[in-house]
């Protein structure tokens, strides 16, 4: 039994479409979406055209949750200021109603129970929170609170953008990383494949980490025909660093963004060059 899991698309169809291709190779025998397949990338449609056809069990993740939410009563602070969230207002006013009622369908978790394997529990973040990840240097301490009750002995998740296998309590935890946007300072896209076996008797799953090469020079062309870049300004050429490097320019700005002071805040066009004047690889904003 082999089963695959992609997480953190971000609308990033070549990226896609490369691991959609390696996938004909490695021949799992089911492929699982572990959330934000939209957002920070310019090809939104696409991918949810293409996630449509295949047909693959999903799950939502803060991304999609947001996109599904923001033009209607659901929807609130912060979320509701359009030139902080300039990207998220843009996939969300150009993703086709089709695509916002196939992401507002999509459930929080799911439970993979097959004969050759140890159940699997699947959560984009953490139980009961897209918008929290599972880290591996979190402290065993740290991440037994987060899991709280989860009852299956495996989690696979996403969120961070990172690579990870790891252990903590009674569980085995495995996040494949990012399709669209990796954050280890590797570009290529990332997923995940978990092979059933026995070792000493008992039945585990062993992780084998995908990285896939992709069209990269797609990107820029499609940011600025798509009018992504028009729409968003320097937010969008801050995503596009990201999918271009696999750094995490991204989520980083978004959390140096939250000390500034509100005339920072307001202006997202002043705030990233004075975030990129001052993080980057080797001085992030964020640790955990």
Known sequence: MRLAFLADIHGNLPALEAVVCDLRSQAPDQVYLLGDQVNRCPWNNEVMDLLADLNWPAIHGNHDQVVSRINTPENGPPFNDRQRFRSLWWTAET???RHLEMLRALPAERHIDVPDGPPIRLFHGVPGNPFVGIYGENGEDTVVALLG???????????THRPMARSAGRWHMFNGGSVGLPYNGDPRAHYLLLDASVEQGQRTWKPHFRRVEYDRSRLRPAYER?????????IGELHLLSASTGQPYSSDFGIWLKSQPPEI???????????????????WA???
Do not use: K, N, W
């Open 95 to 97: 993703l086709a109603p």
């Open 149 to 159: 009750e989860v009852e299956e002995p495996v989690i696979v998740c996403g969120h």
């Open 226 to 234: 798509s009018g992504m870049l028009a729409a968003t300004g320097a």
């Open 265 to 283: 805040q307001a202006d997202l066009d002043r705030a990233v060059p004075a975030y990129l004047g001052r993080h980057g690889p080797g001085h």
């Open 286 to 288: 964020f640790s955990v």
